[in-house]
T-cell receptor, first 112, second 117 residues
């Protein structure tokens, strides 16, 4: 069965520091992978996606993610976080875009 | 281009009642999916509609149902509400069918916050 694990429920980083959010997936075929961000009271906004090709994908707001098939991982990174990045981040996997399976989310807090 | 809209944004119901939530997809999008988000279970897929037909269904009881109209707008209905149905219900739309390899992407609405008392 498909599953996504985000090992870190809550992460706190200082503004300007680098960030890495972990995501591990279990999927029987070549996965489509996504990272979404959710601000309080809001829906989900797509940060980036991986379907095939270059394993390092660039997204919006300065985020990037690297697909590592050997580790079944799709970690999200940002070199320097801003206070506005505080939100909840969700990793998701699916074949095509429908019926996505989401991780439990990682809540990001930014210290000034 | 307008995004996915959901109405109402907030709803309070009592146990045993039923509720209908509405979702208008992005113009030109024909696929609409519904998700339930709760603190305990996270984001869970409910069902997906394409061209007025339910294509995929998640693991939810029959009290949860939906439909899609010819203009791609979708409604979700929950009958005989239970306390555990309190959640944020998110709707997402995408342009194409994704049965085969596809670069389709889902775009989410702001959600409807349902509280069951």
């Amino acid at each position: 069965a498909q599953s996504v694990t985000q090992p870190d429920i809550h992460i706190t980083v200082s503004e300007g520091a680098s960030l890495e959010l972990r995501c591990n997936y279990s999927y029987g075929a070549t996965p489509y992978l996504f990272w979404y961000v959710q601000s309080p009271g809001q829906g989900l906004q797509l940060l980036l996606k991986y379907f095939s090709g270059d394993t390092l994908v660039q997204g919006i707001k300065g985020f990037e993610a690297e697909f590592k098939r050997s580790q079944s991982s799709f970690n999200l990174r940002k070199p320097s976080v801003h206070w506005s990045d505080a939100a909840e981040y969700f990793c998701a996997v699916g074949k095509g875009a429908q019926k996505l399976v989401f991780g439990q989310g990682t809540r990001l807090t930014i210290n000034p | 281009k307008a995004g996915v809209t959901q109405t109402p944004r907030y709803l309070i119901k009592t146990r045993g009642q039923q509720v209908t939530l509405s979702c208008s997809p992005i113009s030109g999008h024909r696929s609409v999916s519904w998700y339930q988000q709760t603190p305990g279970q996270g984001l869970q897929f409910l069902f997906e509609y394409f061209s007025e037909t339910q294509r995929n269904k998640g693991n939810f009881p029959g009290r949860f149902s939906g439909r899609q109209f010819s203009n791609s707008r979708s409604e979700m209905n929950v009958s005989t509400l239970e306390l555990g149905d309190s959640a944020l219900y998110l709707c997402a739309s995408s342009k194409l069918r994704a049965e085969r390899a596809s670069t389709d992407t889902q775009y989410f609405g702001p959600g409807t916050r349902l509280t069951v008392l």
